[in-house]
């Protein structure tokens, strides 16, 4: 949160409020403990949302719908690091919007090489294929048919037999794509500290909120899955 906020302080592109709660989730401005505020954030005066929310997270119905309206109708922008595909597990409609569904991190917090699928996109000139990267790599379920994928894990010397093999990107990195009217972005990259503190990471992490904003445009066209490896013996 404090390197998001930070970005945009820097930048001089946008202002944060940093909320733990999901009352901030409505057409009017709550408090922290959900009751009417006078003033403050709400849907209705921010322009994008960095999400970093974890499982089953406290969101009633009224938030869930005004959060897609958010998004889907009003053409905002949604923004998610890591855990954030983790989150509602037992809401399908987030599923649409964030692209995919959490499936475990076969192998913990390990190095492997990125391929850098998509250069263009903002943010993403530092990165470079082929080099090593540590982290904790998500396996994603459901991926999005319509997702543009922009960066893919390069599973090639990873021990294959500890995943499950789905259809569609199962290994994608940064990935981003339209949800109606609003603009998505999703990285499973941000395990640890010293991830958010890597440069390359802060610049993707910009470049795809600028994007999200509708400060920069970006080719967003869906980008074919590589084919899935033969399942393991």
């Known amino acids: 949160m404090a390197v998001i906020e930070e ?11 940093i909320r733990t ?10 408090m922290t403990t959900g009751e009417p505020a006078s003033g403050g954030p709400s849907l209705c005066n921010v322009d994008a949302i960095f999400f ?4 089953e ?30 989150a509602f597990e037992s809401w399908p409609e987030f599923g649409d ?17 990125i391929i850098v699928v998509d250069p263009n996109f903002p943010g993403m000139s530092d990165f470079e294929s ?27 010397h990873l021990d294959m037999t500890r995943r499950s093999v789905q259809p569609g990107d199962s290994y994608a990195l940064a990935y981003a794509k339209m949800y109606g009217k609003g603009r998505v972005f999703y990285s499973s990259l941000g395990h640890a500290p010293a991830t ?14 600028k994007w999200a904003l509708g400060l920069v445009d ?9 084919a899935a490896p033969p399942a393991a013996k």
């Open 130 to 156: 082929g080099v090593p990267f540590k982290d904790e790599f998500y396996q994603i379920s459901h991926f999005a048919p319509d997702a543009h994928v922009i960066l893919r894990l390069d599973t090639s």
């Open 57 to 86: 997270i406290d969101l009633d119905a009224q938030g869930r719908t005004d959060l897609m309206w958010f998004v889907h109708d009003a053409g905002k922008g949604f923004v998610a690091a890591h855990v954030g595909i983790t």
């Open 21 to 30: 709660d999901s009352n901030i989730i409505a057409k009017r401005p709550k």
């Open 97 to 113: 919007l964030i692209g995919g569904r959490f499936d475990q991190h076969p192998w913990g917090v390990t190095e492997a090489p």
């Open 52 to 55: 970093l929310g974890h499982r």
């Open 196 to 209: 958010w503190d890597d440069p390359r990471v802060q610049a993707m992490y910009l470049g795809a909120i």
């Open 7 to 17: 970005l945009g302080y820097k930048s001089g592109l946008y202002d944060t409020w």
């Open 218 to 226: 970006a080719d967003v066209t869906p980008a074919p899955a590589p």
